[in-house]
């Protein structure tokens, strides 16, 4: 046999593209699925894509992504978020589902849940589950639409009978096929009733003669000894009547004659002559038909069978009729049993990635030197003045503190580029979101590392532009300057970014256009300014040229694309910071020593960071205990190179700054007043 699988669709839609094909026969299937946009399930769900739909309405065959309905609640005691799935796709059986989570969640496919439960009831289906805290919900749901039947593909295949031969049919072909069986039922249908109303209209015509004759047919009756003689004399003559000829004449001796009537019978020479039929009728005939009022109860029946007969031979003679017989009807039953449609369909979906379900916000991120990853809202962290005590970004342990902080997209793609000299690829999104207090996740669990490999360079990407390239900084000065769409292309387990010396670790990698300066700060206070131009494209696996050369106890703590305008925000381990502008800083060949950025002490500390900053901007601190201090760019003073710098953040004891990353601030976002701390900026500013 032939396999065949039609998905059920909606009553409406269906009906409402039969009408339309009726008044308009030349319809495309393309204009059909303006009335009928997919299939509609009992089930209800998500289809995923309109893609698949067309297809099959197109050439009969095709597939349909199917999505169970799932919102993301949060519980507003206790925080803790849940998936909560209220359809499922068609044909999914509910129990089967929950025993394939459960098996996915034991056997470590599937993180972050905590529970499931099964709150279906009469009012509906509700099939909960709970998350761990700190879990990505989009995340987790995106992998239980990968992984179990919460999303099903259904396999269209229209393949019908026709004319006695199996035929795979587009949307056009079925309905039009559709609407030649009304026709054909329609038509059939006609005839039979016009049969029927032939046949009543000739019975009504023998008892009219009867009634008009009925001394006549009473004596007749009485004579005969037995009904067989009365019938044969009831058949032997004609009879007269003026009633019968108005009835015959009103409908035409034609039109409500059966078909197989014999000549002999009925109207014939101003006489009527009864049948067989008619005969044994009024033999039947109970005696209170003979009063006036039955009388004109049978002329009124027999005028309303007439009206049929005439809609019947209308309808059948004219195929217009017809056709608006077929449309009536499809109308009636619209009216009737129509519904609406329970399938959502979300078109241009098909090909959907989990960043279609994530909302674009601006995230902090931030990578602990344990290596535990967390995102959190940018907005969480008001500004304050420069000096103040600021907020904790997470829980550190004593022996771990925060090494990456930068704000990305929750749509970028994070390279993330490690000590062995390779690079992951991680959305944002995917990294779980946390509180203040939380320390996050561990970043071996989030990427394919190997024993003893960490993250040294994290690089948020929005798109791989062709003719971008990244710049790399390693530790002991060296640079690499590699094409950007070398990039693009993710793998699972990592590919090569850079061959590294073993003492060597990346510090610093940016998106460059090929023409700019690049800037590199050392951790004595030291900073060179050269042309991108200087040093060529190179292959992943290439180490790179010198940029920069440093001493023995001298290490590359910060790597810049130098902007058009702006200054360079410097930073100091003891919390110390200053701007200087950008023209002060010369351009200079690669591969020199540089020149002072600012001036390092036993008071100020090392450099921690460098970062470029315009007047509007803001700037984020962090230290090693987790600490962090949001202050606008503009409160911190704007001095020459060869100066300490002011107090950016007032430390506790043993604390140190480590982290530095540049804000932009939003012109409607206002800043908190409350708890700020003044410097004076005359007594933390040293020239020499």
């Known amino acids: ?65 199917i999505r169970a ?82 999303q099903t593909v259904f396999g269209i295949n229209m393949v019908a009978i026709v004319d006695g031969q199996p035929r795979t049919l587009n949307l056009k072909d079925i309905l039009s096929a559709f609407i030649r069986h009304r026709r054909e039922v329609v038509t059939r249908r006609s ?33 005969s000894p037995n ?19 108005e009835m015959l004449g009103a409908a035409g001796a034609q039109a409500s004659r059966p078909e197989n009537l014999e000549d002999q019978y009925g109207l014939v020479d101003s006489l009527y002559h009864l049948s067989p039929v008619q005969a044994q009728a009024i033999l039947d005939m109970r005696l209170h038909r003979l009063t006036g009022l039955e009388q004109d109860k049978i002329l009124q029946e027999y005028r309303e069978v007439l009206d049929l007969i005439g809609e019947l031979l209308a309808i059948l003679s004219d195929p217009d009729n017809l056709m608006a017989v077929i449309r009536e009807e499809l109308v009636a039953i619209n009216a009737e049993y129509g519904d609406e449609r329970r399938t959502e369909i979300l078109a241009n979906h098909l090909d959907l990635t989990l960043e ?60 993330c580029f490690s000590s062995a000299g390779k690079v992951y690829w991680k959305k944002v999104y995917e990294l779980p979101q946390g509180s203040r207090a939380a320390r996050g996740k561990p970043i071996v669990n989030l990427l394919p590392l190997e024993e003893g490999e960490k993250i040294n360079a994290v690089l948020p990407i929005r798109e791989f532009e062709a003719d971008k390239f990244i710049f790399m900084a ?108 950008l023209a002060e800083y010369r351009v200079q060949g690669r591969g020199g020593q540089g020149i002072i950025s600012i001036q390092t002490s036993a008071r100020n500390g090392n450099v921690v960071g460098a970062v470029q900053v315009c007047e509007d901007n803001q700037i984020m601190l962090i230290t090693n205990g987790g600490t962090l201090v949001r202050t606008p760019v503009k409160h911190v003073s704007l001095v020459g190179r060869n100066t300490q710098g002011v107090r950016l953040i007032n430390l506790s004891n043993d604390e140190k700054l480590v982290g530095l990353e540049r804000v932009i601030e939003d012109e409607d976002e206002a800043l908190e007043d409350e708890g700020e701390v003044l410097i004076d900026e005359n007594d933390d500013t040293v020239e020499d």
């Not at 009408?19 to 995923?48: C, R």
């Not at 009733?193 to 006549?216: F, P, Q, S, V």
């Not at 009904?227 to 000829?245: H, K, Q, V, Y």
């Not at 050369?549 to 790597?559: A, G, H, V, W």
């Open 1 to 65: 046999g032939m396999a065949t699988n039609i998905p059920p669709h909606n009553l409406t839609e269906v009906l409402n593209a039969c009408i339309a094909m009726i008044d308009n026969p030349e319809l495309s299937t393309a204009e059909i699925l303006q009335y009928i946009p997919g299939p509609d399930f009992p089930t209800a769900a998500i289809i995923n894509g309109s893609r698949g739909i067309a297809e099959a309405y197109q050439t009969g065959r095709g597939r349909v992504h």
């Open 69 to 150: 309905r799932a919102d993301i609640e949060t519980n507003e005691a206790t925080g803790q978020q849940s998936i909560v799935v209220n359809e499922l796709p068609y044909q999914v059986n509910k129990a089967r589902l929950l025993e394939k989570i459960a098996e996915l969640v034991k056997d470590k496919k599937i993180d972050g849940i905590s529970a499931l439960r099964d709150e279906s009831d009469k009012d509906g289906m509700r099939m909960v589950v709970v998350l761990k805290r700190g879990e990505v919900p989009e995340v987790i749901l995106n992998n239980l639409y990968q992984q179990t039947q919460m």
């Open 191 to 223: 005839i039979f009733d016009l049969k029927k109303a032939r046949d009543r209209a000739h019975i009504l015509e023998g008892l009219a003669t009867a009634l008009a004759n009925i001394d006549e047919v009473i004596e007749l009756i009485k004579a």
């Open 227 to 245: 009904p067989s003689e009365a019938r044969e004399a009831l058949l032997s003559r004609g009879w007269g009547s003026e009633m019968i000829l």
């Open 356 to 415: 279609d379900l994530i909302t674009e916000e601006e995230m902090v991120v931030t990578l602990s030197h344990a290596g535990y990853a967390k995102t959190q809202q940018l907005d969480t962290y008001q500004a304050q003045k420069r000096g103040g005590k600021g907020k904790a970004a997470t829980s550190m342990k004593d022996e771990d503190f925060i090494e990456h902080l930068f704000i990305a997209n929750t749509h970028d793609t994070l390279l």
């Open 474 to 581: 390693t530790a002991s000065g060296t640079v690499k300057k590699t094409p950007l769409v070398d990039y693009s292309r993710p793998r699972a387990n990592g590919i090569i970014a850079v061959d590294l010396k073993d003492d060597d670790q990346l510090v610093g990698v940016a998106v460059t256009d090929g023409h700019s300066d690049v800037m590199m700060f050392s951790s004595t206070g030291k900073v060179i300014r050269f042309p991108e131009t200087d040093v060529r494209s190179m292959g992943r696996v290439s180490r790179g040229v010198r940029g920069m050369r440093i001493s023995e106890d001298e290490k590359i703590i910060s790597l810049i694309i130098a902007q058009e305008e702006g200054a360079i925000l410097t930073a100091t381990e003891f919390g110390y910071g200053k701007r200087t502008n």
